[in-house]
């Protein structure tokens, strides 16, 4: 039995909500930040990344917002460019989360989140597994057959090779007497083009975060199988656990500042961080998106995080990925 506890949260800028009356005037900790996600416009860093915008502003913390989106390879691509051009700078901060873990592993990056200063762990998501609503597989136990018998013939469209999608896929293979070697995993930059290729068939599945799906989940073109959490996110969806399979995963997504700063420039970022989350506009967005809580700042985050590197390293070995 696995059991990890890695966290999340994703859904574009774009579909971020208005707020109520919960935010409320702050003294402004900033004239303007700079935002860089390492992934494209669309995905679950986008997401938090606009929410954090959205309730700064609104609560008057930051003037303005500048953003930057580099993606690819699980955000080993755009990181890189984050340290040689934001190093020792104030004001600027980088959203990234395990599934930049895990891509820095699988794909030998020579930088990691080690080479960045941890600010704060945010939100918790748990996966999805879904197939297009036209899918001859019907169900959680269709999807396993399938992968069983032929998992070459099964493309899985997920975000980067090595991040939490990766792993899902994975573990389910190795639950079936498979290798996670033989799966056909369709790695994507972002949410939105990994959404474009499951509903227009492209591939047989897709695993993702819950709130990444759960709207073509609602609209009925995508059918949901199972989730990967402790307890259900959606009313009719199983989760692996209660379907039989002892698999229980989420993913965290957090807030990291340059390399090189001063701990004054730390300690303000923290700061930042921790009056938003406690705005009641912040608890407010998180309810509205369906994330969960999971804030942790400063020093503790940076331990949490040693330890994830050391637990999502065991884990890719385990299932052959690295």
Do not use: C
């Amino acid at each position: 039995m696995l059991r990890r506890t890695l966290f999340s949260a994703a859904l574009a800028g774009a579909a971020l909500p208005l707020l109520g009356t919960g935010a409320r005037a702050q003294q402004q900790l900033y004239p303007s930040m700079h935002v860089f996600i390492p992934a494209g416009p669309g995905g679950g860093w986008d997401g938090l990344g606009r929410a954090i915008e959205q309730v700064a502003r609104q609560a008057g913390l930051v003037g303005s917002f500048q953003f930057e989106n580099v993606g690819g390879a699980g955000g080993t691509v755009g990181l890189p460019r984050f340290i040689s051009q934001r190093r020792g700078r104030e004001g600027s901060i980088l959203i990234g989360g395990a599934v930049m873990v895990g891509a820095v592993l699988a794909n030998k990056a020579p930088v990691g989140l080690k080479d960045v200063t941890p600010i704060a762990r945010m939100t918790t998501e748990p996966g999805i597994i879904v197939v297009p609503a036209s899918s001859d597989i019907k169900d959680l136990q269709g999807f396993l057959d399938a992968l069983k018998s032929n998992p070459g013939a099964t493309s899985v469209a997920g975000g980067s090779a090595g991040g939490i999608d990766h792993i899902v896929l994975g573990l389910l293979l190795k639950s079936q007497g498979r290798s996670a070697k033989e799966a056909s995993y369709v790695a994507f930059a972002g949410g939105g083009p990994a959404q474009a290729a499951i509903l227009g068939a492209q591939v047989r599945a897709g695993i993702s975060g819950v709130s990444e799906f759960a709207e073509q989940v609602k609209a009925g073109r995508m059918r949901a199988l199972a989730t990967t959490g402790e307890r259900r996110s959606l009313p009719d969806v199983p989760t692996l656990k209660e379907s039989g399979i002892d698999i229980t995963l989420g993913n965290w997504r957090g807030v990291f500042g340059p390399p090189g700063i001063r701990p004054e420039t730390r300690a303000g970022l923290v700061k930042f961080v921790t009056e938003l989350h406690a705005l009641p506009a912040w608890k407010e967005m998180m309810e509205r998106q369906g994330w969960e809580d999971a804030f942790l700042p400063g020093e503790q985050f940076e331990a949490y995080l040693k330890r994830d590197e050391a637990d999502t390293a065991e884990v890719l070995r385990e299932i052959g990925l690295i």
